[in-house]
C-alpha cells in the first residue's frame, strides 16, 4: 500500500483505504479495526494524503504531507508520544523539529494534531507504507552505486 491508496474523509476521524472508484464516487474501507466500508460521493471532501502538503515558509511553498510522515518515522519510529490531547506548544515544537520551515501563520494546531494521528493510525494499521518506500530508497541508491561502479570500469579500459 501507498500513501496514493489512503484517504481521508472530512468529518469522520479515521483514515480511509481507497477499494475502488464507482460512476459517483469511490469506495472506501476505514483503517480501523471495524473495516467500515462506505461510498464517498461528490457531497463528501475527500482528501488522498499523496496530494496533501504542509505550507513552509522557504521557496518552494510546501513540502508533500508524504516526506514530512517519512522524516518522522525516520526520527520517532513509530512513537511520537503525542496525541491530540497534546498541548499546543507540544505539537508545534513536535513539528519544528520535523519540518523547521513550516509556515506557523497557515499550519494551525488542528493540522498538527491531524498528523500526529494520521501517523499514528498509520503506523498502527498499515506500516508496510514507511518499509515499501524505505526498500525502494535502498535498491535505488544501490543500482546508482552500481552504475557509477560500471562507468568507472568502462573509462579505466578505455584509457
Known amino acids: 500500500m501507498e500513501f496514493s491508496d489512503i484517504a481521508s474523509v472530512s468529518g469522520k476521524g479515521t483514515l480511509f483505504k481507497i477499494i475502488q472508484p464507482t460512476r459517483t464516487g469511490v469506495i472506501l474501507e476505514s483503517m480501523d479495526e471495524e473495516k467500515k466500508k462506505m461510498v464517498a460521493t461528490m457531497h463528501n471532501k475527500v482528501s488522498i494524503l499523496s496530494e496533501i502538503s504542509i505550507y513552509t515558509t522557504d521557496s518552494e511553498g510546501a513540502v508533500p504531507l508524504e516526506d514530512v510522515m517519512k522524516k518522522i518515522h525516520q526520527e520517532f519510529d513509530g512513537d511520537t508520544d503525542l496525541d491530540k490531547n497534546s498541548s499546543p506548544e507540544e505539537l508545534k515544537s ?29 503506523v498502527a494499521q498499515v506500516p508496510e507504507v514507511f518499509a515499501a518506500k524505505e526498500e525502494e530508497a535502498k535498491e535505488e541508491k544501490a543500482a546508482k552505486k552500481k552504475a557509477k561502479k560500471e562507468s568507472k570500469e568502462e573509462e579505466a579500459k578505455g584509457e
Open 94 to 122: 513536535f513539528l519544528k523539529f520535523i519540518l523547521p520551515e513550516y509556515d506557523e501563520y497557515r499550519v494551525y494546531v488542528s493540522d498538527i494534531k491531524k498528523l500526529v494521528s494520521w501517523y499514528g493510525q498509520i
